[in-house]
């Protein structure tokens, strides 16, 4: 499972988010929406405004810190 955190330089709920994901052992790969256009063109084409944006799939993404998300993400993979 490859997941995505698009993200912000200073943004809150990204820093919750990445930290979130590392104390429940989840990998993770960070895309600075600042510096890559094409990201963040992706993550404005699914709808979102707000940074964090979390990629699973293609159907199951969210945007914010969403801790019951990540706990969903966390029982899967286990």
């Keep these: 499972?490859?997941?995505t955190v698009y993200s912000k330089p200073g943004c809150q709920q990204c820093k919750f988010?990445?930290?979130s994901l590392e104390k429940a052992g989840i990998p993770y790969?960070?895309?600075d929406l600042t510096t890559n256009d094409a990201a963040l063109e992706y993550v404005q084409d699914l709808g979102y405004?707000?940074?964090p944006?979390?990629?699973v799939t293609e159907h199951?993404?969210?945007s914010g810190?969403?801790?019951t998300e990540i706990e969903r993400l966390r029982l899967a993979i286990q």
């Design 17 to 19: 988010t990445c930290r």
């Design 29 to 31: 790969a960070v895309v």
């Design 49 to 51: 405004s707000q940074a």
């Design 1 to 3: 499972m490859d997941i």
């Design 65 to 67: 810190f969403k801790p």
């Design 60 to 62: 199951h993404h969210w």
């Design 53 to 55: 944006v979390v990629v």
